[in-house]
């Protein structure tokens, strides 16, 4: 009887502690940065550094997750993801994650690494599926690329129905191109099918006018 009686007591411990760390998850934000690195965006690697460090990072609250990923010629494949974390909820700890991911993103700022494509759909979808694992309550994706994307031949991209689900997207820093400033309507365009795509395939909203200043506001309001 006294065994059976400590292993209902461990059984119910267990279980308590599953559900607290399901609730958790609840309170969680997972966050995925995409770098467009290449063509000319790639020269606005330290402006997004810039936005990161100052917008993002100091944002990020114990338990939270953050993750920089490429977009380059092939970017659906785990080798994008230059960089990624779970904030520790020891302080100590937390500001050590902080201190190292700065400066990944500083030794990112000095690579050369510069594609001749532009696969934001695979990257995009490869975020997805980090969000996606972290199980957090609230998933936010900001892509910084001037959302022109030339795949290179061969390569296929389409999204499933639910590729979005429960995310928030942002195109961030949009760096507008030539054309688009001889025919504004090209960059108009361009914004309006990205979003009706992610949208239409589950994402929870898309925005395209964020300006970095205004961040930090945008990720307390969807928490």
């Not at 500001?95 to 400066?103: M, V």
């Not at 990112?108 to 759909?121: A, G, L, N, R």
């Not at 957090?136 to 031949?153: H, R, V």
């Not at 504004?184 to 006018?209: C, F, I, L, T």
């Amino acid at each position: 009887m006294i065994k059976r009686a400590l292993y209902t007591g461990i059984v119910a411990a267990s279980a308590i502690t599953l559900s607290s760390c399901s609730d958790n998850r609840d309170y969680e934000t997972a966050i995925c940065a995409l770098a467009d690195i290449s063509g000319t965006y790639a020269q606005e690697k330290e402006s997004m550094v810039n936005i990161i460090k100052a917008g993002i990072l100091p944002k990020l609250l114990p338990g939270d997750s953050l993750y920089l990923i490429t977009i380059n010629s092939s970017s659906f494949d785990e080798n994008n993801i230059k960089a990624q974390l779970k904030l520790d909820y020891r302080p100590s700890q937390a500001n050590r994650q902080r201190l190292e991911f700065s400066e990944t993103l500083d030794k990112f700022v000095k690579d050369k690494e510069k594609s001749s494509h532009t696969d934001i759909s695979g990257a995009m979808m490869l975020c997805g599926g980090q969000l996606k694992k972290t199980q957090a309550g609230t998933q936010l994706m900001f892509i910084f690329s001037d959302m022109k994307e030339e795949l290179k031949p061969g390569l296929k991209r389409s999204f499933n129905k639910d590729e979005f689900n429960s995310i928030d997207i942002t195109a961030m820093n949009v760096i507008k191109l030539k054309a688009d400033n001889i025919d504004p309507q090209k960059y108009r365009s361009r914004m309006e099918k990205w979003g009706k795509r992610v949208m239409d395939h589950g994402a929870r909203s898309w925005n395209a006018d964020l300006e970095p200043a205004d961040i930090t506001e945008y990720i307390d309001d969807k928490r």
